[in-house]
């Protein structure tokens, strides 16, 4: 039931773009987004909840497709303060929320100046 | 600070013995997470309590894990006879019962190393 993130790692230079994205088996009821810098702990970015919409704020948003049971982080123009790992937490839908994640592998963003 | 506090930040202990870690969640949020994480790994769900009620517990978890969150405020952990794969970064959270803008709070994690 792991959800699976691709990329693995991306390095970039400042102020390029970046796509993550999160696919799962089950059917969703919410996806998390979450940015965890080496030796400190994940940082809350974004909840999707089913119903296909698409939040941001800043230069970070993300989309959430129910149909395909994907999400995806998008990262514009990005600082040097996006470097991190990224991880996805998954919600499965059963019948309504049963509150307990269950997180990606995580993607290594590394922004260059 | 406000946020989510564990205690200790750091444990060393030799095989086979037990240790205890303390969260202390956010004093308004109901729900409170136990993750375990790996190098490399994503948080890897322990337990999650509501109030004093723990609602589940991973089937990964043998019989040496238990939690308590007796007057649904702090929790513990305690793992029993502890083995060198029990190393890892114990991860504490909370949330509130708000489903449609709740976000979970991480505490900064017990690292345990087992020697």
């Known amino acids: 039931q792991q959800p699976v993130q691709s990329p693995q790692a991306v390095i970039l230079r400042e102020g390029e773009d970046a796509v993550i994205n999160c696919s799962s088996s089950?059917?969703?009821?919410?996806v998390h987004w979450y940015r965890q810098k080496h030796g400190e702990a994940p940082v809350f970015l974004m909840i999707?909840?089913?119903?296909?919409e698409q939040k941001g704020h800043d230069k970070i948003s993300a989309s959430f497709n129910e149909k395909k049971q994907q999400s995806s982080l998008y990262l514009t123009a990005s600082q040097l303060s996006y470097s991190g790992t990224y991880f996805c937490?998954?919600?499965?839908?059963?019948?309504?929320?049963?509150?307990?994640?269950?997180f990606g592998k995580g993607t290594l963003l590394t922004v260059n100046p | 600070d406000t946020g989510v506090s564990q205690d200790p930040r750091h444990k060393i202990t030799k095989r086979g013995q037990n240790v205890t870690f303390r969260c202390d969640p956010i004093?308004?949020?109901?729900?409170l997470y136990w993750y375990r994480q790996t190098l490399g790994q994503g948080p890897e769900f322990l337990t999650y309590?509501?109030?004093?009620?723990?609602?589940?517990k991973s089937r990964l978890l043998s019989d040496r894990f238990s939690a308590e969150r007796p007057k649904g405020s702090f929790s513990t952990l305690e793992i029993q006879r502890t083995e060198q794969g029990d190393s890892a970064m114990y991860l504490c959270?909370?949330?509130?019962?708000?489903?449609?803008?709740?976000?979970?709070?991480f505490g900064q994690g017990t690292r345990l190393t087992v020697v």
């Open positions: 937490g998954t919600e499965i839908d059963s019948g309504g929320s049963n509150y307990k994640l269950t």
């Open positions: 004093s308004e949020h109901n729900r």
């Open positions: 999707l909840l089913k119903g296909g």
């Open positions: 089950k059917a969703l009821y919410s």
């Open positions: 959270a909370s949330s509130t019962r708000d489903r449609r803008n709740t976000e979970a709070f």
């Open positions: 309590f509501q109030n004093e009620a723990q609602l589940e």
